[in-house]
């Protein structure tokens, strides 16, 4: 897509996804390049969005996706939940820590709402929208809907995990939905058919018509 995609400041939101300290270099759970996003990020918010909301992973000490609550297990086992498999992850986002905080040099000021997740002990969370069992929601659906909202665009970590998630959730919720690549790292976890998670969430939410854009390509 080339450059010229106008925006409705009414009905268009910026999503930024976990922007936070423990998901950038130096982190417990590290997305190679993940600080390189954030003056992009700020260029969105500054120059392009006039709401956005902003999500944070707040996970409790010993929380149920920390291969540490797993005795012999290890970060990036895949182990079955009640609610499906689930990716073992190191340690992170720990409530009140301070790499669970939103990173420090984000700009924050048109950011109306953060939607915390993962908070539940016993249940994981990726999606903006719905946590890991697919029925419980965050309560953003509403907050949209009840705003205006048309159009979804997304940004932050992990493209291929929460951003993905999210993605995929805004479209089947009947919001036309864009990831910003530029604006977006993923950890890339290789997977059985040779290809990597990247990979299978670009081809998965091109199916459901999400749309890859870069951030030059907003008018």
Partial sequence: MGAGLKLEPRTDVLGVVDLQASFMPGGELPVAGGHNIIPIVNGLLQNHFRHAFATQDWH???????????????????????????????????????????????????????????????????????????????????????????????????????????????????????VIEDATRGIGLEQPDGHTSLDHAKERLTGLGVTFIRSTDLA
């Fill in 60 to 178: 409790p000490a010993g929380h149920t996706s920390f291969a540490s609550a797993h005795p012999g297990r290890k970060p990036y086992d895949v182990v079955s939940m009640p609610y499906g498999p689930q990716i073992l992850w190191p340690d992170h986002a720990v409530q009140g820590t301070k790499h669970a905080e939103l990173h420090h040099d984000l700009d924050s000021h048109r950011i109306e709402l953060i939607i915390r997740k993962g908070w539940r002990p016993e249940l994981d969370s990726y999606s903006a929208f719905l946590e890991n069992d697919g029925r419980t929601p965050t309560g953003l659906k509403g907050w949209l809907i009840d705003r205006g909202v048309r159009r979804l665009f997304l940004c932050g970590l992990a493209a291929d995990f929460c951003v993905a998630w999210s993605a995929e959730d805004a479209a089947r919720a009947g919001f036309e939905t864009f």
